[in-house]
């Protein structure tokens, strides 16, 4: 019995550290290959960019304006403010003033706070959505960097056969030991795996940009369906695909300034995440905590005592590899990379247990200030 369950431990590190390292691999040949297959376009359609704003975010200023100054032929831009008082509102103004494309202000009022819907983004953008003029919109948080390129670049992947085009972010410029533990989730995690399922053609849709026509939205019930999803980039993307189109994941990701972070920022957004995941692909929600870096440690660790070597030494063997592998990962991709690093990805890994426990027996979640409830879980955005 005994050495059954040595070799069981034995075969379950071998699985957790190979996944780790499968993962790396497959995410930096897709960052490498997977966007060579953008086609020519010779007749751009116009666009709608639909941005949901609550509250400021990091460089908050530089995002807005690079959002008018797209290398794009016809585009608009709609700022939807759940807030009149929002302290971004007379920002939002000036960059409208001085901007050379048409910039719409939508501002909260009593016919959406009416809607019936629980998740107040949705909310928000639902009104940008229904004052939107072109036929393909894009959706965009206010907490990403655009480069001038970025919407010629996105469009020019949505051939015939597809039906949304997403990506995820990058965390840079983090702030505080708070802002390098975000990063470590960010990058060495989300960023690692969305690209690594992309490459296995499993892509999920990112709300950091979701551009899609709004002609499928309409064939699959509209928009004001959505509004009592979780999340809205799963939402939307579920419905769109019900069309039989694809869905492309961008290997060029957004830059996501993160600069100073509250720990409970961090917490309550890693927090939500989880939560949409258990209920999006609760298989990957489960394996996520059984091949976590403290399950794997352990594991190791009961292998090398089975094996005669010490808890210390297996220790040391499984963290070398680890984080070793992160880190060259990290650094091959020319990722932010810091001496205070190995310290936040130590701090994540610790974290991560109790956080997934808090998502598993969650019912609530929480976004800018605000309660939603996390009993309607949207469908699956993979196939």
């Known amino acids: 019995?005994?050495?059954?369950?040595?070799?069981?431990?034995?075969?379950?590190?071998?699985?957790?550290?190979?996944?780790?390292?499968?993962?790396?691999?497959?995410?930096a040949l897709y960052?490498?290959?997977g966007g060579r297959t953008r086609r020519e376009v010779s007749d751009y359609p116009r666009v709608s960019i639909l941005l949901p704003i609550k509250g400021a975010d990091a460089e908050m200023e530089r995002n807005l304006q690079a959002l008018t100054k797209q290398d794009y032929p016809e585009y608009e831009l709609l700022l939807?403010?759940?807030d009149r008082d929002d302290p971004v509102l007379p920002l939002a103004r000036q960059v409208a003033n001085d901007s050379k494309i048409p910039v719409h202000i939508l501002v909260d009022d009593e016919d959406d706070r009416a809607l019936p819907g629980g998740n107040p983004k949705l909310t928000n953008l639902a009104k940008?959505?229904?004052?939107?003029?072109?036929?393909v919109l894009v959706h965009v948080d206010a907490n990403v960097v655009f480069e001038p390129h970025r919407l010629r670049s996105t469009i020019a992947l949505m051939d015939s056969g597809t039906a949304i085009v997403s990506t995820t972010v990058l965390g840079v410029r983090p702030g505080g030991l708070a802002g390098h533990v975000e990063c470590a989730f960010l990058n060495g995690q989300q960023a690692r795996l969305l690209l690594a399922a992309a490459a296995l053609r499993i892509p999920f849709a990112m709300g950091k940009i979701l551009a899609y026509r709004r002609r499928d939205l309409e064939n699959a019930g509209g928009f004001d369906l959505l509004l009592t999803e979780l999340a809205d980039d799963a939402a939307v993307a579920s419905r769109v695909r019900k069309g039989g189109g694809k869905l492309r994941f961008d290997p060029n990701l957004l830059e996501l300034p993160v600069g100073q972070r509250s720990w409970a920022e961090v917490w309550r957004r890693q927090h939500r995440w989880l939560v949409v995941r258990r209920g999006l692909v609760p298989h990957v929600f489960v394996s996520e905590l059984l091949f976590s870096a403290v399950v794997t440690a352990a594991v190791c660790v009961g292998a090398g005592l089975c094996w005669g070597l010490g808890a210390g030494l297996s220790f040391g063997l499984w963290a070398v590899a680890w984080y070793g592998a992160e880190a060259g990962f990290l650094l091959l991709q020319r990722w932010p990379v810091s001496l205070i690093s190995p310290v936040a990805w130590l701090l994540r890994d610790l974290a991560f247990p109790i956080l997934w426990g808090w998502g598993l027996a969650s019912r609530q979640v929480h976004w800018r200030g605000q309660t939603v409830s996390s009993s309607a879980t949207p469908e699956s955005s993979s196939h």
């Open 128 to 135: 940008a959505y229904r004052a939107a003029r072109y036929p």
């Open 80 to 82: 939807a403010f759940s």
């Open 1 to 27: 019995m005994t050495t059954v369950i040595c070799f069981v431990l034995l075969g379950w590190a071998a699985v957790g550290l190979s996944v780790q390292l499968y993962s790396m691999i497959l995410a």
């Open 31 to 33: 960052r490498k290959y």
